[in-house]
């Protein structure tokens, strides 16, 4: 995983931006020293958390992670984003609508998947939490960055 962050910090510094990986150490937090896992996940907690503080942008892995599901994490950290003012994109290998990439019973049966739970149809590739917050590009990180640069530095 530090292996693709570090790439993506490579294309940031190549643009004059400096990428921080949620895995970095986060200015201000100490890490904590604990065979307890509740203190390290706290830790990893307050961690996350500064390094949304601390960024302008965030540009959001929205790729399925658990089913067809964006990473809890992510879409915690674009949430606090979204409140704190940042400016905000998303990143999808394929940005079609959700009604048409899970599947479902139909639109008789209100969209249901095979859990009974609504598959959203709201023309976003995402939650609508997602789509309605943030520009969600179909493309891998790389090919995104200099539209999210471009439109940061016209914005400042």
């Known amino acids: 995983m530090e292996m693709k962050f ?5 294309i940031c510094a190549r643009h004059g931006y400096e990428a921080v990986s949620p895995l ?3 200015p201000g937090v100490k890490d904590t020293e604990s065979d307890n896992p509740y203190m390290k996940t706290m ?6 958390q500064q390094h949304v503080r601390n960024c302008d942008i965030i540009i959001a892995n929205l790729n399925n992670y658990r089913g067809y599901e964006t990473n809890n994490d992510v879409a915690f ?12 994109y998303g990143y999808m290998d394929n940005a079609d609508k959700l009604v048409n990439r899970i599947p479902h019973l139909g639109e008789d049966k ?5 859990t009974g739970s609504n598959v959203e149809d ?4 995402a939650n609508l939490m997602f789509g309605s917050s943030m520009m969600i590009l179909e493309r891998k990180f ?5 539209k999210v640069i471009s439109d940061f530095e016209s914005n400042k």
Do not use: T
């Open 122 to 125: 709201f023309d976003y590739p």
């Open 77 to 88: 950290e674009c949430g606090m984003g979204f409140e704190l003012g940042k400016k905000l």
């Open 6 to 10: 570090s790439k993506m910090k490579e």
């Open 43 to 48: 830790n990893l907690f307050d961690g996350f």
């Open 24 to 26: 970095a150490p986060a």
């Open 110 to 114: 209100e969209y249901r998947d095979q």
């Open 142 to 146: 790389e090919n995104i960055i200099e």
